[in-house]
């Protein structure tokens, strides 16, 4: 479909749709959309199935499976993904496979080198069926389905999305080893152990506690005297950082007739990754006693970067034994968040620290060998070869300790450093296994799935038709008897793990009596909870939370509407505790004058507001007053910044931070911090005070930039990218949408679903189920999401047909 038709099909389903929170009419949309599309029927022959299966597409890009047997529904579930994301997935190919290099050139050979040391290599059989009974049938049948469609397009290859194109290349053949890479989880705290490490070099321990929110223990960050600190440094993990980071493309990566004209391209500064904090979500479950119709209720908005395609695809897969529907992956079988027809799930991350960094001392005879007790023990090698466009194939030497791949050796110090991964053990690979969740009927059942989820860490949380609700934490979690894993160890045996805490041992609840589990990413762990030498101590800030907490704790009976605007609800709490310490202070001006419509403000986030645009310029300028204050200067670089909670409470109690008299002095802070955020609001939006509107394309906005959207010439970039439009919140809201003025990060993909009846159920998804820019599902959800409106998901089989806009029946050759 050409983009022209493209924008008449959004104008034709989008136009007169009312304003925010309101779910768009599914039967009036499914007659607008049937009348965009001329052929919504069709059957068509798929090699490899094994029976007939159907394929019914809803008004918002979901593919309905129907299937006789479970081969080929995972057979079509990877076809239809493949059909919808196939430049996603051909990305993704090449990074769980170390080839990125072949069509980008040697500026992503450490990328491949650091994929292929990384490399999960033991056995292929095990480990797909940790993640279900049937995983190596399953997967293995998901990536059938994934080649046959790269087949289709093979022998037509004018069915390539447009990027292939641009980049004259060809999308090539998935194997099972490429689903289960672990490239693109929410792997560990790595990066940050080796600059908490820097950071006590520099300061010592204690400095780094006062600096740091460490919690719910304080952990032990003196080093061992074997760990020499004034060597450590960032690129001690080049390999790994280069293997985890997005894949950039630049102008001469494409064909000439393609290529953005400018001569010096220059990245977006705001496309940069952002803090591992700031990358969060929220999820809750509410019991029938607080809610209007009796049903339990489950709510989950994973927040991660925003991104075209969307990083989660929603699929219907029903087949006996299974019918489960929601989102996911797109390039894994089943679905990680969504319901059954007993139970619905969602996930938060939980703070689990599965990665350590080991430095060993080496053999000066002989550079192989790391000190490891009382001998010398020799690193096992590995020989490959890394093809790279332009030039002739990498040989390179993969090197391993006993704990894992080296990433550095430093041969005029005599060192060497590794990292430990506990994603590297069977069953590491991201959500695979949500497909024992996926066919759960009991809390119980569900529980035990979970014990096979290791990674990410993650708080699962389960509402089912019974009126259960529960929460489990999961996650593969190293038990560490004598050391915290915030800083790098010495490799020679004295730091060892004893072993892994069995997941159904990590903190869990089922039935509280306040009726309701929520988790936001905030320490959730009990008190009373025993096993703290596998539990983290870096947690996101607690204020999304607490106010999520505050909503559901109060005694009103909850609806599907009320809990939608719960997931999108702007009210900052920073903003509720900041402003009343406004009211003293001494301003002049306009500083006075913005200081006092906050004073009446309802401290929402709110698109068009000003009195929002006036609060977030003062509490970013109060971070980075509080960087560059607090921060000593020999450690600026290495402490990346100070989390808005640590810094709300020096304000809120001046004595354990200010120097005497704290309280002025203090004062003294918020004044300055106050008036730098005005001026910098009149530098950047003029005199006009009605002109500091929050989610203006100055401001805060959501423009989302296709993976090429800044290499092509302006045209395509045009066509490709989406956006801007204004955006509300920011990221310790409980509608998160990150900290800069383009939101990067938050909640694309959200749920929520009511047990007692699952056609209620609803989500967003943006900008679209596609990522073929040619696909009337590339944006069709774009604008719906940004304006915080929801579609309906429906389960049943009579709902989904009457909002039908494409059938395709497959038939075995």
Same mark, same amino acid.
């Given at each position: 479909m050409a983009r022209t038709d493209i924008e008449k099909h959004e104008r034709c389903y989008y136009r007169g749709v009312p304003g925010q929170m309101i779910i768009v009419l599914a039967i009036f949309a499914a007659a607008i959309l049937f009348s965009c599309r001329s052929n919504p029927s069709e059957k068509k022959t798929l090699e490899g199935l094994m029976e007939p299966v159907e394929v019914v597409r809803d008004p918002w890009g979901i593919n309905h499976i129907y299937a006789e047997n479970e081969h080929d #529904?995972?057979?079509?579930?990877?076809?239809?993904?493949?059909?919808?994301? $196939?430049?996603?997935?051909?990305?993704?190919?090449? &990074?769980?496979?170390?080839? /990125?290099?072949?069509? $980008?050139?040697?500026?992503?050979?450490?990328?491949?080198?650091?994929?292929? #040391?990384?490399?999960?290599?033991?056995? #292929?059989?095990?480990?797909?069926?940790?993640?279900?009974?049937?995983?190596?049938?399953?997967?293995? !049948?998901?990536?059938?389905g994934v080649n046959s469609y790269i087949e289709e397009v093979l022998r037509d290859t004018s069915l390539l999305p447009i990027e292939f194109k641009m980049l004259d290349i060809l999308p090539q053949k998935w194997t099972p080893e490429v689903v289960i890479s672990r490239h693109q989880g929410l792997l560990g705290n790595i990066g940050a152990e080796l600059k908490v490490g820097m950071a006590v070099n520099v300061l010592g321990a204690e400095e780094v506690k006062n600096l740091y929110w460490f919690h719910p223990k304080t952990p032990v960050l003196e080093m061992d005297p074997a760990v020499d600190g004034s060597l450590l440094g960032d690129h001690i993990l080049e390999l790994y950082y280069a293997y985890r980071k997005s894949v950039r493309f630049l102008p001469e990566d494409l064909l000439p007739e393609y290529?953005?004209?400018?001569?010096?391209?220059?990245?977006d500064r705001e496309f940069l990754p952002v803090d591992s904090l700031s990358i969060g979500s929220n999820n809750w479950v509410v019991s029938g006693s607080k809610t209007a119709d009796g049903h339990t209720l489950m709510a989950n908005d994973p927040h991660r970067s925003i991104a075209v395609p969307s990083l989660r695809y929603m699929t219907h897969l029903v087949a006996p034994g299974w019918n489960v529907i929601g989102g996911g992956e797109p390039e894994i079988p089943g679905i990680s968040i969504g319901h059954n027809e007993y139970g619905a799930w969602g996930l938060t991350v939980y703070s689990t620290d599965g990665e350590d960094l080991y430095v060993y001392d080496l053999n000066p005879e002989d550079l192989n060998e790391y000190k490891y007790q009382d001998g010398w023990e020799a690193m096992t090698s590995i020989r490959d070869t890394i093809p790279v466009k332009g030039r002739a194939a990498e040989e390179v030497t993969l090197r391993y300790t006993r704990h894992g791949p080296v990433t550095f050796i430093d041969s005029i110090n005599l060192k060497a450093y590794a990292v430990r991964c506990a994603w590297l053990e069977p069953g590491g690979s991201p959500y695979l296994a949500s497909l024992r969740m996926d066919q759960a009927r009991t809390w119980e059942e569900f529980r035990e799935a979970c014990n096979y989820s290791h990674i990410p860490g993650e708080n699962m949380v389960w509402a089912d038709k019974k009126g259960h609700i529960g929460w489990q934490a999961v996650g593969i979690a190293p038990v560490r008897r004598n050391f915290s894993g915030l800083v790098p160890v010495p490799g020679d045996g004295r730091y060892e793990w004893d072993g892994y805490l069995p997941i159904v041992e990590k903190p869990h609840e089922v039935d509280p009596e306040r009726g309701f589990i929520a988790t936001a990413n905030q320490n959730v762990t009990p008190d009373t909870y025993e096993h703290w030498d596998a539990i983290g101590f870096e947690w996101s800030d607690p204020y999304r939370g607490d106010r999520i907490e505050e909503v559901l704790r109060s005694d009103k009976k909850f609806s599907m509407d009320e809990m939608m605007a719960l997931q999108v609800d702007y009210l900052?709490?920073?903003?509720?505790?900041? /402003?009343?310490?406004?009211?003293?202070?001494?301003?002049?001006? &306009?500083?006075?004058?913005?200081? =006092?419509? $906050? $004073?009446?403000w309802d401290f929402r986030l709110l698109p068009e507001s000003v009195e929002a645009g006036i609060y977030v310029a003062f509490e970013r300028e109060l971070r980075k007053k509080a960087d560059e204050e607090f921060i000593p200067d020999k450690a600026k670089g290495i402490i990346g910044g100070i989390q808005l909670k640590?810094?709300?409470?020096?304000?809120?109690?001046?004595?354990?931070?200010?120097?005497?008299?704290?309280?002025?002095?203090?004062?003294?802070?918020?004044?300055?911090?106050?008036? !730098?955020? /005005?001026?910098?609001?009149?530098?950047? #939006?003029?005199? =006009?005070?009605?002109?500091?509107?929050?989610?203006?394309?100055?401001?805060?906005?959501?423009?989302? /930039?296709?993976?090429?959207?800044? !290499?092509?010439?302006?045209?395509? !970039?045009d066509s490709l990218n989406l956006g801007p439009v204004p955006r509300g919140g920011n990221g310790f809201t409980p509608g998160s949408t990150g900290g800069n003025n383009r939101q990067s990060s938050g909640a694309s993909f959200r749920m929520v679903i009511s047990t007692g009846d699952w056609d209620k159920a609803v989500g967003t998804n943006g900008p679209g189920q596609s990522g073929d820019p040619a696909s009337p599902f590339y944006d069709n959800l774009f604008r719906p999401w940004a304006e915080d409106r929801y579609f309906p998901v429906y389960f049943s089989r009579e709902k989904i047909d009457s909002v039908a806009v494409e059938r395709v029946r497959y038939m075995p050759d």
């Amino acid at each position: 479909m050409a983009r022209t038709d493209i924008e008449k099909h959004e104008r034709c389903y989008y136009r007169g749709v009312p304003g925010q929170m309101i779910i768009v009419l599914a039967i009036f949309a499914a007659a607008i959309l049937f009348s965009c599309r001329s052929n919504p029927s069709e059957k068509k022959t798929l090699e490899g199935l094994m029976e007939p299966v159907e394929v019914v597409r809803d008004p918002w890009g979901i593919n309905h499976i129907y299937a006789e047997n479970e081969h080929d #529904l995972f057979f079509t579930q990877g076809y239809a993904a493949a059909k919808d994301r $196939l430049f996603q997935f051909e990305v993704w190919r090449r &990074q769980a496979t170390g080839t /990125v290099a072949e069509i $980008l050139g040697e500026r992503e050979l450490k990328r491949d080198i650091g994929t292929r #040391l990384f490399k999960f290599r033991g056995d #292929l059989e095990e480990e797909m069926n940790y993640y279900h009974e049937r995983g190596s049938e399953i997967i293995t !049948a998901y990536t059938e389905g994934v080649n046959s469609y790269i087949e289709e397009v093979l022998r037509d290859t004018s069915l390539l999305p447009i990027e292939f194109k641009m980049l004259d290349i060809l999308p090539q053949k998935w194997t099972p080893e490429v689903v289960i890479s672990r490239h693109q989880g929410l792997l560990g705290n790595i990066g940050a152990e080796l600059k908490v490490g820097m950071a006590v070099n520099v300061l010592g321990a204690e400095e780094v506690k006062n600096l740091y929110w460490f919690h719910p223990k304080t952990p032990v960050l003196e080093m061992d005297p074997a760990v020499d600190g004034s060597l450590l440094g960032d690129h001690i993990l080049e390999l790994y950082y280069a293997y985890r980071k997005s894949v950039r493309f630049l102008p001469e990566d494409l064909l000439p007739e393609y290529r953005k004209k400018e001569t010096a391209f220059q990245p977006d500064r705001e496309f940069l990754p952002v803090d591992s904090l700031s990358i969060g979500s929220n999820n809750w479950v509410v019991s029938g006693s607080k809610t209007a119709d009796g049903h339990t209720l489950m709510a989950n908005d994973p927040h991660r970067s925003i991104a075209v395609p969307s990083l989660r695809y929603m699929t219907h897969l029903v087949a006996p034994g299974w019918n489960v529907i929601g989102g996911g992956e797109p390039e894994i079988p089943g679905i990680s968040i969504g319901h059954n027809e007993y139970g619905a799930w969602g996930l938060t991350v939980y703070s689990t620290d599965g990665e350590d960094l080991y430095v060993y001392d080496l053999n000066p005879e002989d550079l192989n060998e790391y000190k490891y007790q009382d001998g010398w023990e020799a690193m096992t090698s590995i020989r490959d070869t890394i093809p790279v466009k332009g030039r002739a194939a990498e040989e390179v030497t993969l090197r391993y300790t006993r704990h894992g791949p080296v990433t550095f050796i430093d041969s005029i110090n005599l060192k060497a450093y590794a990292v430990r991964c506990a994603w590297l053990e069977p069953g590491g690979s991201p959500y695979l296994a949500s497909l024992r969740m996926d066919q759960a009927r009991t809390w119980e059942e569900f529980r035990e799935a979970c014990n096979y989820s290791h990674i990410p860490g993650e708080n699962m949380v389960w509402a089912d038709k019974k009126g259960h609700i529960g929460w489990q934490a999961v996650g593969i979690a190293p038990v560490r008897r004598n050391f915290s894993g915030l800083v790098p160890v010495p490799g020679d045996g004295r730091y060892e793990w004893d072993g892994y805490l069995p997941i159904v041992e990590k903190p869990h609840e089922v039935d509280p009596e306040r009726g309701f589990i929520a988790t936001a990413n905030q320490n959730v762990t009990p008190d009373t909870y025993e096993h703290w030498d596998a539990i983290g101590f870096e947690w996101s800030d607690p204020y999304r939370g607490d106010r999520i907490e505050e909503v559901l704790r109060s005694d009103k009976k909850f609806s599907m509407d009320e809990m939608m605007a719960l997931q999108v609800d702007y009210l900052s709490l920073p903003a509720r505790t900041l /402003v009343p310490m406004l009211s003293g202070l001494r301003l002049k001006g &306009q500083a006075a004058k913005a200081r =006092d419509r $906050l $004073l009446s403000w309802d401290f929402r986030l709110l698109p068009e507001s000003v009195e929002a645009g006036i609060y977030v310029a003062f509490e970013r300028e109060l971070r980075k007053k509080a960087d560059e204050e607090f921060i000593p200067d020999k450690a600026k670089g290495i402490i990346g910044g100070i989390q808005l909670k640590r810094v709300m409470d020096w304000i809120q109690a001046p004595e354990t931070r200010f120097k005497e008299p704290a309280i002025r002095r203090r004062d003294e802070f918020l004044t300055k911090t106050f008036r !730098a955020s /005005v001026e910098h609001l009149r530098e950047t #939006l003029g005199e =006009d005070m009605n002109s500091w509107r929050y989610g203006q394309e100055k401001y805060k906005h959501a423009y989302i /930039v296709h993976p090429l959207g800044r !290499a092509i010439s302006k045209p395509w !970039a045009d066509s490709l990218n989406l956006g801007p439009v204004p955006r509300g919140g920011n990221g310790f809201t409980p509608g998160s949408t990150g900290g800069n003025n383009r939101q990067s990060s938050g909640a694309s993909f959200r749920m929520v679903i009511s047990t007692g009846d699952w056609d209620k159920a609803v989500g967003t998804n943006g900008p679209g189920q596609s990522g073929d820019p040619a696909s009337p599902f590339y944006d069709n959800l774009f604008r719906p999401w940004a304006e915080d409106r929801y579609f309906p998901v429906y389960f049943s089989r009579e709902k989904i047909d009457s909002v039908a806009v494409e059938r395709v029946r497959y038939m075995p050759d």
